[in-house]
C-alpha cells in the first residue's frame, strides 16, 4: 500500500513523506506516484525558463527504510525486542572488537533511537489526540512509566560496558542524548494539550508530565547533554546544531545506498542511432538520381546536394523527436537503485513533463476545482507539470536483511519553492476604503499565490487520489490546505 504525510518542513519548502508497503508472502511489489503540479501563469514558469535540472534541483528526495513499528513497552519485551538486539550487539562487540561487530553494534543503537522516536511520537499522539479524556491522567502515568523504563533500561546497558571501553560509550551515549532529546520534545507536545488549569484532571496530568520533564533535565545537566536554557541565545543556538548532527547521525542507519543514472540510456542511444540511419538513407535515396541525371551541371548539383544535406538533418532531428516521444511514457528520466549492504531492494524510476489541460484526467481536473471565474479567464491559464515516479521493491531482499523485518521503505520529497517566488509581486498591498463614519481608510491585503497539487497513488489494482493547496507569497510557505 502507499501512505503519505504533507508538511511544511521550513519556510520555503514543502514535504511530502510517501511510505511503500509491500505485502507479504509477494516477492515483488510495484508503485506508481503520478503528481499533476498546477503553478499560476504569473510565475513565468514554462519549458524554457524551468528546465528538468532546475526541477529536480528544486525536487529533492531521500529514500529510507520504513521504521519497525514497536510500542514502548514492546521495545523492552520479547525476543524480538529492540533492547534485546542492543545487548547481544554489544556483548559480541566487548567479546572480539572486529569492524564488523563495532559497526553493528552502532547499527543497533542508531536502529534503537530511531524506534524509541517512532514510538514515543505514536504514543504521545494518542494522548493529545483527547486530551478531554476522562482517563487522560491515568494515561499520562502510563506513558511517563513507560518513557522513563525505556531510558532507564538502556543506559543500564551502558552502565554495563567494561570499564576502558570508551569508544562504546561515546557511541552510547549519542543515542541516549538523542532519546533524551526525543523524550524532552514529546511529552513538551503532550503538556501543551493537557495545560488547562481549570480542570483537576489536566492540572495532575500536567504535573505527572512536568515532573518527568525536571528530571530528565537534571540527568541532562549531569551527563553534559544539551538542553534548553531561557534567555541564553548562545547555547540554545548550539542546541539546535547539536541534536540537528545528532538526528542526521541517528537516522543514517535507515537511509538506503542509491545509485542514480539516466534511464533507458542504451535504448535512446540506439533509438537516436536509428533515427540517423534513417536519414542518410532517405538522402541517399534522393540525391542518387539527381547526381545520374544531372552530371553535365556540376553547380545545380552542388546546390541540390546542400539542399538536400539540410534536409536531411532536419529529418534526423524529427526522427529523434519522434523516437523520443514514443520512448517517454516506457522510459523515464532518472532511475535510482536502491540497496542494502550491497544488495538491490529494487529501484525507484522518475520523470518530469510539461503538459497541457487536454492530458491531464477528469479527476485530477475535478480535484483541482477551479472556480468559475479561473476557467473562463485564458489569460490566467496555468502551467501543469506532471512528475512521475515508479517504484519496485524486492520484498523477500527487503525483509530478510536484519534481525528487524522491514516492511517497506519511506521516499522523503521536499519541493524547495525558491525559484517560484522570483516573479511574485510583493506579499502585501494596501487598499483604500470608507469605514462605517464615511472616512478614507487604508488596509493591508496580502497577496498569495496557491500551487495545487493532485496525487495519484496507483497498486495493485487500487487508485487514490490527494490533492493539497500550498499557499505561498514572495516570504515563503503561508499554509496547506487539503
Known amino acids: 500500500m502507499i501512505d503519505i504525510q504533507t508538511k511544511i518542513h521550513d519556510k520555503f519548502s514543502v514535504e511530502f513523506k510517501i511510505g511503500f508497503s509491500g505485502r507479504e508472502g509477494v516477492k515483488v511489489d510495484h508503485f506508481d506516484v503520478n503528481s499533476w503540479i498546477f503553478i499560476p501563469n504569473g510565475l513565468d514558469i514554462n519549458k524554457q525558463t524551468y528546465s528538468k535540472e532546475r526541477f529536480y534541483a528544486d525536487m529533492k528526495s531521500n529514500v529510507r527504510l520504513l521504521t519497525p513499528a514497536f ?24 567479546e572480539e572488537t572486529t569492524p564488523e561487530h563495532l559497526n553493528e553494534f552502532e547499527f543497533q543503537l542508531k536502529l534503537f533511537a530511531s524506534i524509541f522516536k517512532s514510538s514515543i511520537r505514536n504514543e504521545s499522539a494518542k494522548i493529545m489526540a483527547h486530551p478531554n479524556d476522562p482517563e487522560i491522567r491515568q494515561k499520562c502515568l502510563d506513558y511517563v512509566d513507560d518513557v522513563c523504563r525505556v531510558l532507564q533500561t538502556f543506559r543500564s546497558v551502558r552502565d554495563s560496558i567494561p570499564s576502558g571501553r570508551e569508544e562504546l560509550v561515546t557511541k552510547m551515549n549519542f543515542a541516549d542524548e538523542f532519546i533524551s532529546h526525543q523524550a524532552d520534545i514529546r511529552t513538551m507536545k503532550v503538556l501543551k494539550a493537557v495545560n488547562h488549569p481549570d480542570q483537576q484532571a489536566m492540572r495532575d496530568s500536567f504535573k505527572v508530565l512536568a515532573d518527568m520533564i525536571v528530571t530528565e533535565k537534571a540527568y541532562k545537566t549531569s551527563q553534559g547533554y544539551s538542553h534548553a536554557v531561557i534567555g541564553d541565545k548562545d547555547n540554545n543556538r548550539r542546541l539546535l546544531y547539536r541534536h540537528s548532527l545528532l538526528k542526521k547521525y541517528i537516522e543514517s542507519a535507515l537511509f538506503l545506498k542509491v545509485n542514480t543514472t539516466q534511464d533507458g540510456q542504451a535504448v535512446k542511444q540506439i533509438s537516436f542511432s536509428l533515427a540517423a540511419g534513417l536519414a542518410m538513407m532517405v538522402y541517399l535515396l534522393v540525391t542518387m538520381p ?111 536483511q536484519f534481525d528487524y523485518e522491514f516492511k517497506g521503505i519511506n521516499d522523503i ?50 487508485v487514490e487520489y490527494k490533492a493539497f493547496h500550498v499557499v505561498v507569497n514572495r516570504n515563503g510557505i503561508l499554509n496547506i490546505k487539503s
Open 290 to 400: 539527381f547526381q545520374k541525371y544531372l552530371g553535365n551541371y556540376p553547380s545545380l548539383i552542388f546546390f541540390i546536394l546542400v539542399l538536400f544535406y539540410i534536409l536531411k538533418d532536419r529529418i534526423k532531428e524529427l526522427t529523434r523527436w519522434l523516437f523520443a516521444y514514443q520512448l517517454k511514457d516506457k522510459y523515464y528520466d532518472n532511475k535510482t537503485v536502491m540497496s542494502i549492504k550491497s544488495k538491490s531492494i529494487g529501484w525507484l524510476k522518475e520523470g518530469m513533463d510539461f503538459i497541457t489541460d487536454d492530458k491531464v484526467p477528469d479527476e485530477v481536473l475535478k480535484l483541482r476545482n477551479r472556480n468559475k471565474l479561473e476557467a473562463e479567464n485564458k489569460l490566467l491559464e496555468e502551467k501543469i507539470i506532471l512528475y512521475r515516479k515508479r517504484v519496485e521493491i524486492d520484498n523477500v531482499v527487503l525483509r530478510n
Open 413 to 462: 520529497i521536499r519541493y524547495h519553492i525558491n525559484y517560484l517566488t522570483k516573479k511574485m509581486d510583493n506579499p502585501e498591498s494596501e487598499i483604500t476604503c470608507l469605514d462605517e463614519n464615511m472616512q478614507l481608510r487604508s488596509v493591508t491585503a496580502e497577496r498569495v499565490y496557491t500551487l495545487h497539487f493532485v496525487l495519484q497513488f496507483k497498486w495493485e489494482d487500487q
Open 71 to 94: 510500542t514502548l513497552k514492546q521495545m523492552l519485551e520479547g525476543e524480538g525486542a529492540p533492547i534485546i538486539h542492543v545487548k547481544k550487539a554489544l556483548q559480541s562487540v566487548t
